[in-house]
């Protein structure tokens, strides 16, 4: 039997109780990007970049320029103070090309096809007006998709992902492997830029499969084997290691404590969010959020889903989205865990036979418990049910709903069936008026 925690029909706290369902795609849907306030872009194995709606779910513009599957997308806003801003988008394919796009008129602005094996990740640095490829070296470009520079072959492998970090720095990701380089301007006043690999942390024991940016001083990476390791954004130093979730000192679930089979796809952790407090992780089935002031794991659920959590990400409430390979999306609430008050130590008869000795230890024990921190867990509130194969990741679009892609070819967008509801009632109500229709009777 599963260990999988389980909710009811009556689901009072999820308020996705209406879904749109997108077709388009013709293979697994793996990306998706929010443009503006309404807009985003689906990419996937097919080459096919759609934009759509994400209030009605109207397919906007339909793009075709690769010939082989999108590894990577990336919004890329004009900055031009002399122009209207546009909204473009980059994307990279295993075709070994990078194509930027115009999400106005869907057209081609510029298309990169110097590549020696395929980009694996795309960043833009929106301070410095340059953007960067990676795969098997580090390239940086211009807006108008000048090679600004690059760096000599890293690996076979390659950069898999990329993270800015302070003083014109990015963290590189190439394998077990994360390499600090520094962008650093020409100096003959040109717009030139030269990188510089800076420093090489070899601290993980297995390829690096996530990175995140916390804030300006510190970044998290997550491995294959279950390593968190917690990064100064300054001096590259480690501040903290966790490489034991399922050793946790959490106290157990509801559930009988479960340990992780020591299997690397039990252990893996495959995705990390961020806020200024926590860092929230996807290791295996489960997720777990991690406090980066108290330095340890605060609330877990060990097994969230039936199979590995692909993405994860906080909403900006208490809650946490999630959603794996199993086909399910849940929503989760961070809850603090209420404590028990410390019983005062009795006095009198049962001292004799000392059960007031072992009633005062007792009470120093709760008493030293209630000094503590808070301890939290993670309730189950939602369940969406829609997709029928592995959901890939999902965007959270504020009072617009939620938008998730899968392996099922399709795109979901799960709305707040109350506020669709009144929205309904209003359009209608108004369509009337304009009509004559309403009338006031007495």
């Known amino acids: 039997k599963s260990s999988v925690q389980t909710i009811g029909e009556e689901q009072i706290q999820n308020p996705y109780t209406e879904l749109l ?6 293979d697994i849907v793996r990306f ?20 759509w709606n994400a209030q009605t779910g109207e397919k906007l513009l339909e793009l075709h320029g690769h010939t082989h599957k999108i590894t990577a997308i990336a919004p890329f ?20 090309t990078v194509i930027v796009w115009d999400c106005t008129s869907g057209r081609q602005v510029q298309k990169v096809s110097c590549f020696h094996s395929t980009v694996k990740c795309l960043t833009v640095l929106q301070r410095l007006d340059v953007w960067l490829s990676g795969g098997s070296d580090l390239c940086v470009w211009n807006r108008k998709l000048d090679l600004l520079c690059k760096t000599s072959h890293l690996t076979d492998a390659g950069i898999s992902a990329l993270v800015e970090l302070p003083k014109n720095c990015v963290a590189a990701t190439v394998g077990k492997e994360l390499v600090i380089f520094r962008l650093i301007a020409s100096d003959d006043g040109s717009e030139g830029w030269n990188v510089l690999e800076v420093k090489r ?24 084997v279950g390593e968190l ?5 300054l001096d590259w130093t480690k501040q903290a290691c966790e490489c034991n979730f399922w050793d946790s000192s959490v106290p157990p679930d509801v559930q009988p404590e479960i340990k992780l089979s020591q299997s690397p796809n039990e252990t ?5 969010t961020s806020d200024e407090e926590c860092v929230f992780a996807a290791v295996g089935k489960g997720i777990y959020v991690y406090n980066l002031q108290m330095k340890r794991v605060i609330a877990c659920q060990r097994t969230a889903h039936d199979s590995s959590v692909l993405h994860i990400e906080k909403l900006p409430n208490r809650q946490l989205i999630s959603c794996s390979e199993d086909g399910s999306v849940r929503i989760w609430e961070l809850r603090e865990k209420l404590q028990l008050p410390a019983e005062p130590v ?20 709760a008493k ?38 899968s392996a099922d070819h399709l795109i979901i967008l799960w709305k707040d069936g109350e506020r669709e509801s009144r929205l309904r009632s209003l359009t209608l109500f108004q369509k009337l008026a304009q009509n004559g229709d309403l009338q006031l009777k007495f």
């Open 21 to 26: 369902v997108l077709k388009g795609h013709q």
């Open 32 to 51: 998706l990007v929010q443009i503006d306030d309404c807009r985003f872009a689906s990419a996937g194995d097919d080459g096919i970049i759609f934009l």
């Open 77 to 96: 806003s004009s900055s031009d103070a002399s122009e209207e801003k546009k909204h473009l988008i980059l994307t990279a394919s295993a075709d070994r």
């Open 201 to 224: 942390l070899v601290d993980h024991q297995d390829n690096i499969l996530s990175l995140v940016s916390v804030n300006d001083l510190t970044f998290v990476t997550g491995s294959h």
């Open 229 to 233: 390791i917690v990064w100064d954004a």
């Open 268 to 272: 893996s952790v495959q995705h990390l």
């Open 346 to 365: 009795p006095t009198g008869f049962f001292n004799m036979w000392g059960f007031g000795r072992a009633n005062r230890q007792a009470n120093q024990t």
């Open 368 to 405: 030293k418990m209630q000094d503590n921190t808070p301890m939290y867990f993670l309730e189950l509130v939602g369940d969406l049910i829609g997709h029928s194969s592995a959901v890939q990741m999902f965007l959270y679009f504020g009072e617009l709903g939620l938008a998730t892609c």
